[in-house]
């Protein structure tokens, strides 16, 4: 059975406040505890330290990275695709993921999350740390209101609220649910 793939998205950034990073490093954690797949955009910022979380935690990373070189990638990804399409590689992160977790973010997080809203998948911030996340948790992202972003304070939350939507949903039968 296919494995539950949570994307992270988010800051890209060295000058990241470290409670961000931190916050991103818990995200990586509980993915990892709860046995899914990290998806995310392969380099610096939220997407290495929520790598170095998982990793730390024996979980698994995969990183999709706009250049045509793995070496690119940051060093806690496993897997490193190489998709040679610059931030295009934002629509691959979203579609790959059955669901988003967005810590921080600029206009990288938004476009994914607007992948996201427009593939109606699962989409979640974490309160409080900045950028994106804090401007859309908690709406829709137009007047379709096709799925709300959620928010949530707490990695742990979000990622069980990720969890438990994905084992409800019917559209997930190809999903691996024992987790």
Known sequence: MKKIQIGVIGHNQNSIPLKILDLAYDVGRQIAHKKAVLICGGLGGVMEYACKGAKDNGGLTVGIVPQDNYSKANEFCDIVICTGIGYSRDFIVSYSSDALIAVGGGVGTLIELCVGYMAKKIMVS??????????????????????????????????????????????????????
């Not at 209101?145 to 019917?170: G, W």
């Open 126 to 179: 974490i309160e409080g740390s900045g950028g994106t996340s804090d401007m859309y948790g908690g709406k829709f992202l137009d007047e379709r209101k096709r799925v709300i972003i959620e928010k949530y304070k707490s990695p742990n939350l979000a990622v069980d609220f990720i969890i438990k939507k994905l084992q409800n949903t019917t559209n997930s039968d190809n999903v691996d649910r024992h987790i």
